[in-house]
């Protein structure tokens, strides 16, 4: 099947003290990002930009450990391509014949 590109987007907010808190992104299970929090009173956009079949992908977000922070995300989108959100762990690419 035709692979389509996605940007898919979504906004981290991280509360912390001490040392700056690491997470991980894995998109089914494989490493998209590895990133170290190092801001304070500000929120960074995540952007996570795939190039697969249509179908259903499973986004999980995980602390580095040790790790005292407190991570939110919120505000998902898509940016660009043919997806969707289903929930805040689930990413629905859609096939496009277009593309």
């Not at 700056?20 to 998109?27: D, E």
């Not at 969707?84 to 762990?89: E, I, P």
Request: overall charge negative; hydrophobic content about 40%; charged content about 25%.
């Amino acid at each position: 099947m035709k692979k389509q590109f996605v940007k898919a987007l979504f906004d981290l907010h991280c509360d912390w003290e001490g040392l700056p808190p690491s997470y991980r992104i894995y998109v089914n299970d494989e490493l998209f990002a590895e990133r170290t929090f190092y801001w304070v009173n500000e929120y960074l956009k995540e952007i996570l930009q795939i190039e697969a079949p249509a179908g259903i992908y499973t986004v999980k977000f995980e602390p580095v450990k040790p790790n005292l922070a407190k991570f939110q995300i919120e505000n998902h989108r898509i940016e660009h391509g043919s997806a969707r959100w289903v929930d805040q762990q689930t990413l629905e690419i859609i096939f496009d014949a277009t593309t």
